[in-house]
T-cell receptor, first 115, second 120 residues
Framework: AQSVTQLDSQVPVFEEAPVELRCNYSSSVSVYLFWYVQYPNQGLQLLLKYLSGSTLVKGINGFEAEFNKSQTSFHLRKPSVHISDTAEYFCAVSVPRRATNKLIFGTGTLLAVQP | EAGVTQFPSHSVIEKGQTVTLRCDPISGHDNLYWYRRVMGKEIKFLLHFVKESKQDESGMPNNRFLAERTGGTYSTLKVQPAELEDSGVYFC??????????????????FGPGTRLTVL
């Protein structure tokens, strides 16, 4: 079975500061990795994904994440955040080539950007 | 192109009542998923339709939950009778049919805004 851990439930940060949201996963098989973002009153939106290839993946809105297989991590980073980045961020995995590519999510991290 | 829509956006019911949630996927998407987030916890998979067939319903909590997708278009999720622990946000997602090709076997899931269910 797979599981995803997001240890930080809330991350406060000042505008223009860098941020890292942590994600660790557990799986006995290879997985795909994702970060989703949920802005207030909206659905989840895919921020970025790792399927294969380069371990550094870039997503929308200046976010990037690095897949580290030895540490089973997929931390999300942004060098300079904006007020508009305030949202809840979810890390997720899925198992490739399964009949259903259901997503297994972490508990989410609320990013609160302060002026 | 319209995204995934869900109705209602909010529902407040009393314990023992019945509630039906509706999801309209993106047109042409054969795959439809239901997920649920109980407050403060992770978003959990409930079930997966491929067209009108249930591909995986391993996440359904119990037999008080009934999901249907007649005709392979929109889907409904009925909770009968509702219990306090059913409160949460119910998300629907849809994706295109999976295509094999190379080593990548992936189609992005597009999510709706969710239905917030409160059982009193």
């Amino acid at each position: 079975a797979q599981s995803v851990t997001q240890l930080d439930s809330q991350v406060p940060v000042f505008e223009e500061a860098p941020v890292e949201l942590r994600c660790n996963y557990s799986s006995s098989v290879s997985v795909y990795l994702f970060w989703y973002v949920q802005y207030p009153n909206q659905g989840l939106q895919l921020l970025l994904k790792y399927l294969s290839g380069s371990t550094l993946v870039k997503g929308i809105n200046g976010f990037e994440a690095e897949f580290n297989k030895s540490q089973t991590s997929f931390h999300l980073r942004k060098p300079s955040v904006h007020i508009s980045d305030t949202a809840e961020y979810f890390c997720a995995v899925s198992v490739p080539r399964r009949a259903t590519n259901k997503l297994i999510f972490g508990t989410g991290t609320l990013l609160a950007v302060q002026p | 192109e319209a995204g995934v829509t869900q109705f209602p956006s909010h529902s407040v019911i009393e314990k023992g009542q019945t509630v039906t949630l509706r999801c309209d996927p993106i047109s042409g998407h054969d795959n439809l998923y239901w997920y649920r987030r109980v407050m403060g916890k992770e978003i959990k998979f409930l079930l997966h339709f491929v067209k009108e067939s249930k591909q995986d319903e391993s996440g359904m909590p119990n037999n008080r939950f009934l999901a249907e997708r007649t005709g392979g278009t929109y889907s409904t999720l009925k909770v009968q009778p509702a219990e306090l622990e059913d409160s949460g946000v119910y998300f629907c997602a849809s994706s295109q049919d999976r295509k094999s090709g190379g080593a990548v076997f992936y189609n992005e899931q597009f999510f709706g805004p969710g239905t917030r269910l409160t059982v009193l």
